[in-house]
């Protein structure tokens, strides 16, 4: 048996077009983080580094198969959680510039994969092919709790439509954005993708 995210998961990761509200558990992920504008020569290196530990860790995993409570799966999706740097929260106008942009980018991985496991994958990954930002690279557990979250089609820079109906939801539902911070969840490939056809999980935390 194969746990494949799309089917097994869709409550998490294949929301419907109108906001809705969502309880996230703690998983863990592959982390980096970074900041500037995510259209620069530099940011699908970020990218590549998770992809390359993600596949890394579930191609030892069949060869070894020791884990208690393993099964395949597919390679979870890249997300992302976006932020603006300190000295743009203090000019911010409603108008974002990309190069104030502070990111996380992550992948989950299975439940029952440990810290020396991973680590041990990103050594074997760092001796094959050596890549500074697999320094910069974190295994951790997050717990996002009570958001809303919608599945934003077309461009990303039309996302704010999206998150104005996510916000208004909120209202009605008595529920407030905890910060401007949000995630992302890419489900399609950009580079092979035609951008009205993008589908993007959108998320952000929120309280009552």
Request: charged share 35%; net charge positive; with cysteine.
């Amino acid at each position: 048996m194969k746990n494949e995210w799309r089917k097994k998961e869709k409550k998490i990761y294949m929301p419907g077009n109108e906001p809705e509200v969502i309880e996230i558990p703690e998983y863990k992920f592959l982390t980096i983080t970074g900041e500037g504008n995510p259209n620069s020569k530099f940011f699908p290196e970020f990218i590549k580094v998770l992809y390359s530990i993600s596949y890394a860790i579930k191609m030892n995993l069949k060869k070894e198969g020791t884990f208690e409570g393993y099964m395949d799966y597919t390679v979870y999706p890249l997300e992302g959680v976006w932020d603006i740097n300190k000295q743009a929260k203090k000019t911010f106008k409603g108008i974002i510039d990309k190069k104030d942009l502070i990111f996380k980018l992550m992948i989950r991985q299975p439940g029952f994969v440990d810290d020396e496991f991973v680590k041990k994958v990103i050594d074997q990954t760092q001796d094959k092919k050596p890549n500074e930002l697999l320094e910069s690279v974190k295994f951790e557990s997050i717990k996002e709790g009570k958001c809303i979250q919608i599945m934003h089609l077309g461009s990303y820079d039309k996302e704010n439509e999206s998150f104005s109906l996510m916000e208004e939801f909120g209202k009605k539902e008595s529920l407030f954005r905890v910060s401007k911070k949000h995630r992302e969840i890419y489900l399609s490939d950009f580079r092979r993708v035609r951008t009205e056809k993008l589908k993007t999980v959108l998320r952000f935390k929120v309280k009552k």
